[in-house]
């Protein structure tokens, strides 16, 4: 069964680091571009980050860009987040998601998420 | 960026009902149009991709239609386990994949 398992949110204070991962299986992970979405307590989706198969081409939301930086580990079927300069706005839950299609195009779609992990930023 | 607005924002139905939601994007997106399903507390879920393509595993009460700018998700019978949040995406041009606000529909 396909499976995309988040960890390493937490609590941290403003201005600080966190490291966040996505470990996959049950699918060829080297196969797919990935991405990650957070979502706000109460509030909507929003889509932060993206990375394709072979790790090399990167795009980020205006809002992270510069301050969180997206990797993978294909022969440890990883996906990874490393969030510097933290702020409070950045409060979420953060899920990764699959893009269906490789190489992607429009019309794609985020067909596999994980089920999430909460990042908290406060003093 | 693309810019995404549903509506409406919430609704009460009961099951049973028809249920139509609108999804309309700032500039055309085509065909490239998402939508997920969210129930609380759980992951979205992909219900619908490329405006009308139903994913895998998905019941047949929902649909999809539109184009261009405006598009509309569609639950013929409105079921129990329907009552969730819905929320569209563009996948037309990326970076951003913008989604819309959500729709909550809830029980009337």
């Known amino acids: 069964e396909v499976h995309l398992v988040e960890s390493g949110g937490g609590l941290v204070q403003p201005g600080g680091s966190l490291r966040l991962s996505c470990a996959a299986s049950?699918?060829?992970?080297?196969?797919?571009?990935m991405h990650w979405v957070a979502q706000a307590p109460g509030k909507g989706l929003v889509w932060v980050s993206r990375?394709?198969?072979?790790?090399?081409?990167?795009t980020y939301a205006d809002s992270v860009k510069g301050r969180f930086t997206i990797s993978r580990d294909n022969a440890k079927n990883t996906l990874l987040l490393q969030m510097n300069s933290l702020r409070a706005e950045d409060t979420a839950v953060y899920y990764c998601?699959?893009?269906?299609?490789?190489?992607?195009?429009?019309?794609?779609?985020?067909?596999?998420w994980g089920q999430g992990t909460v990042v908290t930023v406060s003093s | 960026d693309i810019q995404m607005t549903q509506s409406p924002s919430s609704l009460s139905a009961s099951v049973g009902d028809r249920v139509t939601i609108t999804c309309r994007a700032s500039?055309?997106?085509?065909?490239?149009l998402n939508w997920y399903q969210q129930r609380p507390g759980k992951a979205p879920k992909l219900l619908i991709y490329?405006?009308?393509s139903l994913q895998g595993g998905v019941p047949s009460r929902f649909s999809g239609s539109g184009s261009g700018t405006d598009f509309t998700l569609t639950i013929s019978s409105l079921q129990p386990e329907d009552f969730a949040t819905y929320y569209c995406?563009?996948?037309?041009?990326?970076?951003?994949?913008?989604f819309g606000p959500g729709t909550k529909v809830d029980v009337k």
């Open positions: 998601a699959r893009d269906f299609d490789s190489p992607p195009a429009p019309g794609d779609a985020f067909d596999i």
């Open positions: 049950g699918f060829t992970f080297s196969s797919y571009w």
């Open positions: 990375i394709s198969t072979d790790g090399r081409t990167t």
């Open positions: 500039q055309s997106i085509s065909s490239s």
């Open positions: 490329g405006t009308s």
């Open positions: 995406q563009q996948s037309y041009i990326p970076s951003p994949f913008s």
